[in-house]
């Protein structure tokens, strides 16, 4: 905060952004997705929850995709086959 507040303050943008329904959606579905990470704590074994987070980034462009047909190159598909 302390490097983008000074940045925000000088170009004159708000803090909210333009699309507040948008930043409102990402800040809920963040909330919802921290809740269960620790709520997987309950159940799974740290270790375990801890690998299921980081596999978010391939989900994300595996839905990207799908959903908004993202281009995926073949370098990226190798990285996510062998971080998986």
Excluded: D, H, W
């Amino acid at each position: 905060m302390c490097f983008t507040i000074p940045l925000i303050l000088k170009q004159k943008t708000s803090f909210l952004g333009n699309n507040k329904k948008l930043l409102f959606l990402r800040a809920f579905f963040g909330v919802i997705s921290i809740t269960c990470f620790f709520q997987s704590l309950n159940y799974l074994a740290v270790g375990t929850a801890v690998s299921l987070r980081y596999t978010s980034p391939i989900f994300a462009a595996i839905f990207a995709a799908i959903f908004l047909k993202e281009k995926v190159k073949k370098y990226n598909g190798y990285c996510f086959l062998l971080r998986f």
